[in-house]
């Protein structure tokens, strides 16, 4: 049996238990992650923690709502058993009536029956470092490579020890034309989630400089054996100095040959989804579904599907 269970009532140890068990893990899904981005989540749990599907909600003009928090790629439905279409239909089918809208990412494991569902898919790129150097290097494009290489013609020094004051203000200084697309409370989510990571030693800022200036900038989590590239940020002379392919270059290097997946997290930006293929990415997909429960009399007057929009 499927029941609806409040934020309160959630055993949070079987959850992440649950969540370290599943066949399609990620970070976002444990509850501690939960618990940095977003003020509410309910949940719907699967006999005792079997299965579990997280639901991030807001109130907003009378009406509440689920939505995709801020540093949150991918959730929807978990389980150490393999997940059915029937099954994950199952799971939104419980999804409580009191949920007027919602927008759910599901995650690379959760496959749709595309009659009952209307899906948008959205990117994302994962490489296994499993491998050899060398064979790694071997699947890095032409291009890649040739910026490494032109990396080493400059005295770039990588530093494991970066704060994340200074890559959010790399990214300010150098992104500000993707400020605006930015939601409201992204700034505020990314430091708390890094502070929350870094006290359970999950995070790990790298850096890469030249002469002592700051050219770029990555902040990577783990969790089991995934590490993601969950923030990055370079400056203007980082494209002609191959900065941020040096930096995941020597990340890569320094974990060849472990059972860890290095995940970028998408883009669907093509020239960024392209960057990360060539490192020799696989894509590895996930649906964004939306379900639309207002009263037609009042769909066209709720702001509702404007303003979470950037939230995805």
């Known amino acids: 049996m499927i029941h609806y269970i409040k934020h309160q009532e959630i055993d949070k140890a079987k959850w992440d238990a649950c969540m370290e068990q599943s066949l399609h893990a990620t970070i976002y899904g444990y509850s501690y992650y939960l618990d940095s981005v977003c003020e509410q989540w309910d949940a719907l749990i699967e006999d005792d923690y079997i299965s579990i599907m997280p639901l991030p909600y807001r109130k907003k003009t009378g ?9 949150t790629q991918q959730l929807g439905v978990f389980s150490c058993q393999l997940i059915s279409p029937s099954k994950v239909q199952e799971f939104l089918e419980a999804i409580p009536s009191k949920f007027k809208f919602c927008r759910i990412n599901l995650n690379h494991g959760n496959i749709l029956n595309r009659e009952n569902y209307t899906a948008v898919t959205h990117t994302n790129l994962e490489l296994s470092l499993d491998k050899p150097c060398e064979e790694l290097f071997g699947l890095f494009s032409e291009n890649t490579q040739r910026n490494i290489k032109k990396a080493a013609k400059f005295n770039l020094s990588i530093h494991k020890d970066g704060t994340i004051t200074n890559l959010v203000q790399l990214f300010k200084e150098n992104k500000a034309q993707d400020l605006d697309g930015l939601p409201a409370d992204f700034y505020f989510c990314l430091k708390k989630v890094y502070k929350m990571l870094l006290e359970k030693h999950q995070a790990q800022i790298w850096e890469v400089r030249y002469n002592g200036a700051l050219y770029a900038g990555a902040f990577f989590g783990y969790a089991s054996n995934k590490v993601y590239f969950l923030f990055s940020a370079s400056s ?10 040096f930096l995941i270059h020597n990340f890569i290097q320094e974990n060849v040959s472990k059972n860890l997946i290095l995940d970028f997290e998408g883009s669907d930006s093509p020239s960024l989804a392209r960057f990360y293929r060539s490192f020799g990415a696989i894509d ?9 429960r207002l009263p037609n009399i009042i769909r066209s007057f709720v702001k509702i599907l404007k303003y979470d929009k950037k939230i995805t």
């Open 63 to 71: 009406i509440t709502y689920i939505f995709s928090p801020s540093m």
């Open 284 to 292: 590895k997909n996930y649906n964004q579904i939306i379900l639309n």
């Open 236 to 245: 203007k002379e980082a494209k002609e100095t191959g900065s941020m392919p």
